[in-house]
């Protein structure tokens, strides 16, 4: 491990995304090792929404379309905010030609793949 990276612990940013538009609002996506699971970090402190979360065997089955995913969801969030309108989370979505769903799960919104025909 190069001697920058710091060592997996219970809560470690994987990956961070920053809007071109507006470098003020970047996000972090963190692994909470305890639940396997991936969360959003800055929705909440940016947007006053809830922040996501996505079970861990997702990240692993395709890491760039979770982050496809999250950037999709931010883009709606950041126009939501510049056009001074109420922003929802939508009970699916669709990336990359897969369809999932946003479910209410208390502290997190949960990303779950909506599962095939």
Not at 29 to 50: D, M, N, P, S
Not at 52 to 71: E, N, R, T, W
Not at 73 to 98: H, P
Request: cysteine-free.
């Amino acid at each position: 491990m190069p001697p920058d990276t710091p060592p997996p612990g219970p809560e470690t940013v994987v990956a961070s995304i920053q809007n071109q538009s507006d470098p003020s609002q970047h996000i972090d996506i963190r692994y909470l090792q305890k639940e396997h699971i991936f969360v959003t970090h800055g929705i909440e402190a940016q947007f006053a929404e809830k922040e996501i979360s996505i079970p861990g065997h997702l990240v692993v089955m395709d890491f760039q379309l979770m982050g496809a995913i999250v950037s999709e969801i931010l883009e709606k969030l950041s126009l939501a905010r510049e056009g001074d309108t109420t922003f929802n989370y939508a009970s699916r979505i669709q990336v990359m030609e897969k369809v999932y769903t946003l479910e209410d799960e208390g502290e997190y919104m949960l990303l779950k793949e909506l599962a095939g025909p």
